[in-house]
């Protein structure tokens, strides 16, 4: 009879990702990947006296050194520091209520960061309010065209907000400590209680790759039913102050109903066996190897370099799996039809780990 004993090693290294495997390792399939299950949770809403709503000039004022200094960065219209034509401030703008005749609703804006930081807040050209009551500003996650996950929102009164189309309103969401990293997210509103319409201008006259969405009949759709260079005129601020930690962070990960983040058991499909050690097989059996891996972020692995995940057995790697890069709040993982089998045919103690990144490429 023999134990198995399982350990787990996640390794970092440097900046720079490349595409390295160890040699004469064999690759034995794609790890498969999903969302862990927390990041689809919404955040919990504030409540509005809590939530700082100012003019946007105000907002200048107040954190000018910081804006300067550039540890506050804008991302939007045509000073925003990625550059992005998002909308021009001095073109010539209209506006567009939501809802509109066709019940078109959440209009937003995807926005790519440069820098990596925590959402500082959002700065809206709102116009034409009809009623009073309570708006919601969304923060989706962004698959690189539609929004995503919400990964937090904050509700306001109207009563604090521009809608004369004198001044943008900047509204605080540090509350929400949201990482961004270079993953793109998308910054929008909707209208709950007491408010008739609220439209959002936009700029119809620069040519800009689309950013701009609304919610058509259930869908995410290009705001182009407007003109097909509109932009809604919304603004994002990033604070990147406070940083130096990993952007990107591959940690173990135990997937809802798994014992541990890594599993061996009798099964290709049983994840829920005993702590490991703790039980015995015969000298001979096929025992099955379950792993999981994080990357909680703020930054994704580009989907064009290649992640590797290696099993080591008494510290000599004897397989590995890998994946296109890795998305912030994704998890990679081994089981079922990619559970990997064992066979000990001397009784003993033996020690198992998964390593991902064994080169130290990841920052």
């Known amino acids: 009879m023999h134990n198995i004993i399982v350990s787990l090693l996640i390794m970092y290294g440097s900046i720079i990702i ?10 034995v399939g794609e790890a498969k990947t999903a969302k862990i299950e927390k990041h689809n949770k919404r955040a919990k809403a ?3 006296e809590k939530v700082r709503v100012m003019p946007l000039r105000k907002f200048y004022i107040k954190h000018k050194a910081e804006l300067r200094e550039g540890i506050i960065e804008r991302l939007g219209g045509t000073k925003g520091i990625d550059t992005l034509r998002y909308w021009d401030p001095s073109a010539d703008l209209f506006y567009a209520n939501q809802p ?8 937003n804006v995807r926005f790519t960061p440069i820098n990596s930081g925590t959402l500082q807040g959002a700065a809206f050209y709102f116009y034409n309010l009809v009623g009073s009551g309570t708006i919601r500003i969304h923060v989706w996650s962004s698959d690189g065209t539609y929004p995503q996950n919400e990964l937090g929102y904050v509700d306001i009164s109207t009563d604090s907000i521009i809608s004369d189309g004198s001044d943008l309103t900047y509204i605080d969401l540090s509350s929400l400590n949201i990482s961004v990293g270079s993953g793109d997210f998308h910054i929008g509103y909707s209208l ?18 689309v950013r701009s969405y609304d919610m058509y009949d259930g869908s995410w759709e290009e705001s182009t039913w407007i003109s097909s260079g509109w ?6 601020y990033v604070n990147t102050s406070g940083g130096g930690g990993d952007s990107v962070n591959l940690k173990p990960y135990t997937p809802t109903g798994w014992y541990s983040s890594l599993v061996i058991s009798n099964s290709p499909d049983d994840t829920t066996q005993a702590p490991p050690g703790n039980f015995s097989t015969a000298a001979g059996d096929t025992q099955y190897v379950h792993w999981a891996v994080v990357n909680e972020g703020p930054d994704s692995i580009p989907s064009t370099d290649t992640v ?3 099993l080591y057995r008494e510290d000599s790697a004897i397989a590995g799996w890998k994946t296109g890069g890795l998305a ?5 993982y081994a089981s079922g039809t990619n559970a990997y089998p064992i066979h000990e045919s001397t009784d003993g103690t033996y020690t198992y780990k998964i390593t991902a990144d064994p080169n130290n490429t990841i920052s």
């Open 192 to 209: 709950l209680s007491g408010v008739d319409t609220l439209a959002l201008l936009g700029d119809t006259t620069t040519d800009t790759e």
């Open 308 to 310: 590797y995940y290696y």
């Open 328 to 332: 912030a709040n994704t998890y990679v």
């Open 100 to 107: 509109d005749d066709y019940n078109d609703s959440l209009y």
């Open 18 to 27: 490349t595409t390295k495997p160890i040699k004469g390792v064999p690759i």
């Open 231 to 236: 932009t809604w005129a919304i603004d994002a």
């Open 46 to 48: 504030h409540h509005t």
